[in-house]
């Protein structure tokens, strides 16, 4: 999640602030200037050194409260980062976005970056991040932005996410079997077709006669498809009986079927992915009974 933009200085901020602001308040001009005078100065340190101030309201005492009591002073405001939302892209791919902040005292704002990975980069003068990201670099980052009015600085944390990309050729491909299987004899007639895969098919995808039929001689069997819940099930329920004393051949088209992934399917199981299955079974001698 994205932190709030705060006061960011190390923990020599007092000595820092003592020093800057006298002279701030020495050369500031009535244009557009922070507005904090010696006396305010003066007057919010002696505030911050009585130990029982709990300015932010975390029930402690240090140089966070001096910071809140800091951001009170009047026409004293923190620069504000525009909303920026989490980043998700996959490895390999170019992500870019600008980032804006305003200063409540109209101020300028200097800009910068940290926490860049390889291959990122941030121009301050357009405000324009680029991350050419390499496909070995999938992981979370969290990028850091800073706007600096030259006295306060607000930041904003973008979490960026890269995914691994999606090569199916380094991806071991959904195999399937059947029911029944190559070979099979004796096939009931009244027996549906079963084909069963490893992964499951994508949910997009058509699961029809165009993609997967079976027929006898040059006849296609009609039959009512049907995916599973799952997806990695598909059962072909035959209109009629199976023709008695049959061969029956049911053919998968791999190159029409992907999985869930977008990869094809390995249907004639020479672990590449596409390629055609063919499974021939024959169904059951059926005898005229002579019943005289």
Not at 45 to 62: E, Q, T, Y
Not at 215 to 243: C, H, I, M, N
Not at 279 to 286: C, G, K, R, Y
């Amino acid at each position: 999640m994205r932190r709030t933009p705060h006061i960011i200085r190390n923990l020599s901020f007092c000595v820092w602030f003592v020093l800057f602001a006298f002279n701030y308040a020495q050369t500031c001009s009535d244009n557009g200037c922070d507005q904090l005078e010696i006396a305010d100065l003066h007057q919010q340190f002696s505030s911050w050194l009585d130990s029982s101030s709990d300015c932010n309201g975390d029930a402690g005492h240090n140089i966070l409260d001096f910071a809140c009591m800091i951001n009170q002073v009047p026409g004293l405001g923190l620069p504000v980062f525009d909303v920026v939302p989490d980043q998700t892209l996959e490895a390999g791919q170019t992500l870019s976005f600008t980032v804006t902040a305003t200063d409540p005292n109209d101020d300028p704002l200097t800009y910068s970056a940290e926490n860049l990975p390889a291959n990122a980069t941030f121009d301050p003068e357009t405000r324009l991040f680029t991350f050419n990201s390499e496909p070995s670099q999938a992981g979370n980052y969290l990028i850091r932005f800073r706007a600096d009015d030259g006295f306060l600085v607000a930041l904003l944390d973008v979490p960026v996410e890269i995914t691994p990309s999606l090569d199916c050729a380094n991806i071991e491909p959904t195999s399937l079997e059947t029911s029944p299987a190559h070979g099979e004899r004796e096939v009931a007639v009244t027996r549906e077709t079963i084909l069963r895969f490893s992964r499951p098919l994508a949910a997009n995808g058509v699961y029809d006669a165009s993609t997967i039929y079976a027929q006898q001689g040059s006849v296609v069997l009609a039959a009512e498809y049907r995916l599973s819940q799952d997806r990695k099930t598909v059962t072909l329920f035959y209109q009629d009986p199976l023709p008695a004393s049959s061969r029956i051949r049911l053919t998968v088209l791999g190159d029409l079927i992907a999985d869930e992934l977008g990869c094809l399917i390995d249907a004639d199981q020479d672990s590449i992915p596409g390629g055609t299955l063919v499974v021939d079974f024959d169904t059951l001698t059926l005898s005229v009974v002579d019943t005289r």
